[in-house]
């Protein structure tokens, strides 16, 4: 089983995070937004014409695949 780099949600969000400016510095997507709540993150990740809202999981699995390629 692979393991990951975060043990609980915390870890999840700043992961993600981290993938995401990576992304951004490598050229991948032109920009992310992060929305902090006392609960949660939410990650905007904008493409040509929208942008929607994706849970910490959703935003971490689609920035690791582009960084990943």
């Known amino acids: ?3 990951h780099p975060f043990n ?5 969000e700043e992961q993600t995070e981290k993938l ?6 490598l050229g991948l997507i032109p920009s992310f937004v ?3 709540f ?11 014409s929208q942008s ?3 849970t910490p ?3 971490y699995f689609r920035l ?4 990943k390629q």
Not at 8 to 12: A, N, P, T, V
Not at 38 to 48: L, R, S
């Open 57 to 59: 999981e959703e935003a």
């Open 1 to 3: 089983m692979a393991e």
């Open 64 to 67: 690791k695949q582009l960084v």
């Open 8 to 12: 609980d949600q915390l870890g999840l």
């Open 52 to 54: 929607e809202p994706l």
């Open 38 to 48: 006392a609960d949660t993150w939410v990650f905007y990740i904008p493409n040509e």
């Open 20 to 25: 995401g400016k990576q992304a951004v510095t």
């Open 34 to 36: 992060v929305h902090y």
